[in-house]
């Protein structure tokens, strides 16, 4: 029930739908119950005394009931779906809400189907219960009570004979509740499991055909989809038992009413309508007593799901960013004092006592092996991740003292591997500043240098990507992402890797035209190429974490360092990487 109690400011704002729909339920109940009724009173009253112009009265009776019924069913059945889509709907936006508040350290942990599959099937398993499992709950109590009343109003002992097997049902239903939820719980990570599979195939499938692992992937999602097959058995395996187990006990309980009413009627208590009437009450009964299995079974469903959406609503956000934007302007002075980084507890630590300074205008670069820190150091300017020891300054000010929005809005980040989405090239560009005006997309393309090849493409700017930005080169990807970086016009500007996949010319002239938009602002570049970062004001080498030498190019050149170690072994190949022109 904690579950439920959780989940209460979803659904409670849509609590009159459900009051609604449960009254109507129990309309319904009551007129069911009247059917027996009906029976009775024409057997008793009109067919033995032979009374039978009051047929066409009862035929009349039967259809206002049937009627009545007919609406209020419409009415349940209505307010009950409207109550539970009303409610998923809050829940799906919030985890949308959530899913774009959530930590890097979230995603890096989190699997893609398994969200998906939270999204979707969690949410419709949880709309499942709201719209039907509630009425469904009620309709059980209340047919139960409605029904174990008539009877006792007609025949106290033969009610109490009809109602011995109760226990029995209780105690059943109880064991299978206990049952059936960690086995609902397992097909939900199971399917978890399999989406996941599914999403990384469908994202991998270049690498897959590229290194021919088609079968090896069939083999895993045959594995998966085993597993899921499994929970699935296992579940109605238990199902199985369930229902024939209480139809059975049900069936004793009939045998028991029909021996000891047929007794009664014989003896002269108990009138043969009367009988008639407890033969579709005890079913009326027992039936959503069986039910009730169902009724837990969608419960558990509905926990299960539950406790998935909880999971994702409950984790943590990104930060503790309490502090509200405030549209603060930033120079771009960054500063890190002795910056110590680690990514997983008790893990080695990814930064070692960082500290180096750069003023607005300066343009700082970062080399060093693959795995030496050099994102990580971009990152905590964003805050993307949380340095474990020491601080982090822009314009002086710690970064934890700037709105997460008001930071990032100044530091314009081109990330190693670029994202470009399934909609046309002028709203990536201008995807962090939908409010530009086409001039100001083109210049930042054209400082980009993108803007040739994208008027080249048949609709220009309006020209519609693929997804992941399907139909672009590696390095038409990069521009895009750089033109989009310069187009929030920002006081930071983060190059990771970002022109790795374009030609050195190209690349040369792409940094050109940053001197000039850059000009008072502070650009770091990350690269593995000396060309790239050859003109830095300070280029920072890094190794395990550490910076183990810094300086300009020319000096580092003479240092006997590991720059130079880099530029020998790039030298070797001078012509090819630095060119005739001097990059
Ligand atoms: N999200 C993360 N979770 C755990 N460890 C991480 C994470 N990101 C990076 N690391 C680890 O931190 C270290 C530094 O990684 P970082 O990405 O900063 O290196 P890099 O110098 O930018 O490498 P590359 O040139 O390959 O991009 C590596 O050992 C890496 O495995």
Redesign the pocket.
């Known amino acids: 029930m904690d579950i439920f109690k959780k989940l209460k400011k979803y659904y409670w704002p849509y609590k009159r739908f459900l009051i609604f729909s449960l009254i109507s339920m129990l309309f319904v109940t009551v007129i069911t119950a009247a059917y027996p009724v009906v029976l009775q009173l024409t057997i008793d009253e009109v067919i033995y005394p032979g009374n039978f112009e009051l047929i066409p009265m009862i035929v009349i009776a039967f259809i206002v009931l049937m009627g009545i019924k007919a609406l209020t069913v419409y009415t349940q059945q209505y307010l009950g779906d409207l109550f539970g889509i009303s409610t998923v709907y809050k829940v799906r936006d919030d985890l949308y809400k959530k899913l774009q508040r959530l930590s890097?350290?979230y995603y890096?942990n989190a699997k893609t189907g398994d969200l998906m599959s939270r999204l979707t099937a969690d949410v419709e398993g949880f709309r499942f219960f709201l719209s039907f499992g509630f009425a469904e709950m009620l309709r059980v109590f209340s047919m139960v009570t409605v029904s174990l009343a008539v009877m006792l109003y007609y025949s106290v002992p033969l009610a109490l004979v009809t109602i011995a097997v109760m226990p029995f049902l209780a105690v059943s239903v109880y064991m299978f509740d206990k049952r059936v939820h960690p086995a609902f719980l397992g097909i939900r990570r199971s399917f978890g499991r399999m989406n996941t599979r599914v999403q990384e195939n469908i994202s991998g499938m270049n690498t897959v055909k590229s290194l021919s692992r088609e079968d090896f992937e069939i083999g895993r999602y045959e594995d998966k989809g085993e597993n899921y097959r499994d929970h699935y058995i296992k579940t109605a395996k238990i199902w199985a038992k369930y229902m024939p187990f209480m139809e059975f006990v049900g069936n004793v309980s009939v045998v028991a009413l029909l021996a000891y009413g047929g007794y009664l009627v014989m003896q002269g208590s108990l009138q043969p309508g009367e009988l008639a009437a407890f033969f579709s009450l005890v079913w009326m009964f027992l039936g959503p007593l069986m039910n009730f299995g169902f009724v837990v079974n969608m419960f558990s469903q509905a926990k299960a799901s539950g406790e998935r959406l909880l999971e994702v609503l409950e984790s943590d956000l990104e930060l503790d960013d309490q502090i509200e934007p405030k549209g603060e302007s930033i120079k771009g002075h960054v500063t890190f004092n002795n910056v110590t980084l680690t990514?997983?507890e008790d893990?080695?630590e990814?930064?070692k006592d960082i500290s180096f300074d750069a003023p607005p205008g300066k343009v700082v670069g970062l080399i060093?092996?693959?795995?030496?820190?050099?994102?990580?150091?971009t990152?905590l300017m964003t805050r993307f991740?949380e340095p474990e020891q020491g601080e982090v300054l822009i314009d002086g000010k710690p970064t934890t003292e700037y709105s997460l929005k008001d930071l990032r809005k100044h530091i314009g980040f081109v990330l190693?591997e670029p994202f470009l989405f399934s909609t046309t090239i002028k709203e990536n560009i201008s995807y962090g500043n939908p409010e530009a005006s086409m001039d100001d997309i083109i210049d930042a393309a054209k400082s980009a240098q993108a803007h040739d090849f994208i008027m080249e493409m048949p609709n220009g700017y309006d020209t519609l990507l693929g997804e992941r930005g399907m139909g672009l080169s590696g390095g038409q990807k990069q521009r895009i992402s750089i033109a989009r970086a310069l187009l929030i016009n920002p006081s930071i500007l983060v190059l990771?890797?970002a022109t790795s996949a374009v030609d050195m010319q190209t690349e040369f002239k792409i940094q050109s035209a940053l001197k000039e938009v850059m000009h008072d602002r502070t650009t770091f570049i990350?690269a593995?190429r000396i060309s790239s970062l050859k003109h830095a004001d300070e280029i920072l080498v890094?190794e395990d974490?550490e910076i183990v030498e810094r300086g300009k190019h020319d000096y580092l050149l003479q240092n006997n360092g590991p720059y130079q170690r880099i530029y020998d072994i790039q030298y070797q190949d001078k012509e090819a990487i630095l060119g005739k022109q001097h990059v």
């Open positions: 890097f350290k890096d990514y997983v893990d080695d990814a930064l060093g092996a693959t795995g030496s820190g050099k994102s990580s150091i990152q991740y190693q990771d890797d990350i593995h890094l974490g």
